[in-house]
């Protein structure tokens, strides 16, 4: 085997310079706050939503509402609209703040468009499939209140190599039938200072 020499020596040892990676991976506890590049992440998440639901639930509007219909309010989540400048995943802040008022008692969910159809589905199917003991009846749903909207919204402001991140997020519960706003919320506690320094190597 013919030898490759000082130069191609010099190639195969820059190849393995550049071609070389490393991974660590190390789990921390999922409350530990971690800012990697100053983007909407997991802890604004729990802070917005934590905010929200706190508000939500002891709302004197909902009360009385509550006494009035002698119920709890029966809501469906609508739509949490991104408009911010960045990929938010507002599914997870929408089922974060379904699941924490769930827990508190106050209002009751029914299901999403999306699920209501897989739901009627398995009742078609188990009308012409199930024992008529078990097949759950069509025509049984339980209509829903109000419908909870909401937004995430973005203030940016740049100079440099510095920017400012601040997060707006509002949520309202809209009754359905009047259109009247029974509960509005919004959290603006989120503000983030990024700077941003070029690495040479």
Known sequence: MKPIGMAGAVVVGMCALFSCTSTSVKRVDAAVRTD??????????????????????????????????GRKPVVIIGKIRNESDEHIDTAIVATRLQNAIIASGVLDFVSSSDERLLLRAER????????????????????????MLGSVRTIVQTDGNKSVRAYYVSVQLHDLE??????SGS???????ITRRKVTF
């Open 124 to 147: 078609l199917d188990q009308a012409d499939n199930a024992s008529e003991a078990t097949a759950k009846a069509i025509g049984n749903e339980t209509g829903a209140d109000c419908m």
């Open 36 to 69: 990697l590049d100053g983007y909407w992440n997991d802890t604004d998440v729990r802070i917005a939503c934590d905010a929200l639901v706190a508000d939500c639930i002891t709302a004197p509007s909902i009360s009385a509402y509550r006494q009035q219909m």
């Open 178 to 183: 009047t259109n009247r706003i029974l509960w």
């Open 187 to 193: 959290d603006d506690s989120i503000k983030k200072v």
